[in-house]
């Protein structure tokens, strides 16, 4: 595993120096890169808030618009938000670039954590709910998709409910499940919005396991940077605004659309591959393997290289410790508890280390008085050792 | 030299609400009407937007083409050219306003807020 060694390094290398770069323009307060988790989350709210809005004037409907210039369905109340309504196709445009803009920063996000080797031990858990933020992410921005019903939701439907069927019998659970039905119908587009709305306040309780293995998580980027994003998401927006496609029409087959890469790749995926013998079946077991792959990456052993094992947890010294509770208070990943300590002994509280919570940072060897934590292939004499060392090759 | 250009910063994001906002709001060049209790001051805006008509004009066709290409890419036939149209073009040309606006506001926090990012080693003297 050299060259990934190698290639996580240069990438190290490489951010670093942008990193470096960016901090002489805009310190390290209001460094981007120091909020690349934060940043999708700002995106979440700008989302939430732009939907809100649609939301109001939007009619889940599919009733044939082309019979009846009175009949309001999806279509018509979408183009009487972006066209009549005050700055409603601006508000549509925000909404749809906010999510693109969650989609790019979620990935930056992921990169990042990837080649700092922040998802190893007890990142395990971040991890994972990352992935499954991810595909959930994903799937709303494509239930998005299906709501304004113009033919591009149109096709988009079809093409899903044809790789639903490659799947036998439980395909057409959730076939039936994804119409709401057996055809479509109105409720399916109730069905949709029920997704896209339903889905997305689930985000929430995903994003608190996301966060709660982490200490002091950044939620928030600073206001100028909240600004930056913002006036970058609105230019896109003057510069590109969205219109729809034609109206859906159930006795129309439509063949082509426009493609938007962050949330419609599995579909150019599927319409590539399905051409081919069982092609759906691959395009299911591509999209199956790919997210365990995704899933296994913090396993030990398979990425790590062998020269770099992962380091043990920290290991507390029971008869020196004086149950202070210094390590507990000053450890950032609360890996330490204090519990009774054993009877007989002249204190009330000991130390204990919760070893897959424990990230073997060393805070807590440096913050104890008592020389009663100690990380056990780390120890003191081997530090200062090491720090002579420096010393001595710098000098 | 930082608070000047602070200075000039917060100049720029409120002539930028208030003049480039407003005059795209109403669908550019449009005489304001309709104001008896701020007549006075706002006639000489009004009079600068009259003079900037033709200018506005001109970002109405550039908006508005680029709104009949995009629709005309999606297979639907163009927007009628009716009274909405302006005030459509306009809403866009605000929220360009606004993105100018902000990308000030941002640049004069980080330049005010750029002595607390500067990392200060404090050294225990020894006593």
Known sequence: MGWYTGLIRGLNKAFLQLEAGLNAIFTNKYNPLYYHGALPQFFLWVLFLSGLLLFAYYIPTIDNAYVSKAVVNSW?????????????G??????????????????????RV?????????????????????????????????????????????MTVSAFDALGPMGGT????????????????????????????????????HYMRMTRPVLTPPPAI???????????????????????????????FDMDIWFLWPY???????????????????????????????????????????????EVVINKCTGCSLCYNDCPFQAIEMVPAPAGSRFKLLATILPYRCSSCGVCVGSCAFDAVDLPELTDAQVNTQIKQLLGAKA | MKGIVIVILACLCLAISVVGQTWSEMGFGTVITNTSMLEDPLK???????????????????????????????????????????????????????AIAMVASAVAIILIGREDAEEKTVLPVKK
């Open chain 2, 44 to 98: 000489g805006l009004s009079k600068m937007y009259d003079s900037l008509s033709s200018k506005g004009k001109d970002l109405q066709d550039v908006f508005i083409a680029r709104m009949d290409k995009t629709a005309q890419a999606n297979g639907l036939t163009a927007p009628p050219a009716d009274d909405q149209t302006p005030t459509v073009a306009g809403r866009y040309a605000y929220i360009l306003f606004v």
């Open chain 1, 174 to 209: 959730l076939k039936t499940l994804f119409l709401n039905g057996e055809a479509i119908t109105n409720l399916t587009l109730s069905n949709f919005l029920f997704i896209h709305i339903g889905l997305s306040f689930a985000l929430l309780f995903g994003l608190w396991v």
């Open chain 1, 90 to 111: 601006v508000i549509r445009g925000l909404h749809r670039y906010a999510g693109d803009a969650m989609v790019l920063t979620i990935l930056l996000h992921t990169i």
């Open chain 1, 114 to 158: 990837w080649f700092t080797d922040r998802y190893r031990q007890y990142r395990w858990v971040q991890w994972i709910s990352g992935v499954v933020l991810l595909f959930m992410v994903l799937f709303i921005g494509q239930t998005g998709y299906y709501l304004v019903w113009d033919q591009r939701s149109l096709l988009l439907t079809r």
């Open chain 1, 226 to 256: 909240n600004y930056i994003m913002m006036a970058l998401t609105l230019l896109v927006v003057f510069l590109f605004p969205i219109t729809s496609g034609k109206m859906a029409d159930l006795n129309a087959a439509p063949t082509m």
């Open chain 1, 268 to 314: 150019w995926l599927f319409a590539n591959m399905a051409a081919m013998p069982s092609g759906a079946i691959q395009f299911w077991a591509v999209m199956v393997l790919g997210t365990i792959v995704l899933c296994l990456i913090p396993m030990p052993g398979l990425f790590v290289p062998k020269s770099q094992p992962p380091v043990s947890a920290a």
């Open chain 1, 76 to 88: 018509k109340s979408v183009d009487y938000i972006s066209n009549s309504l005050p700055f409603g």
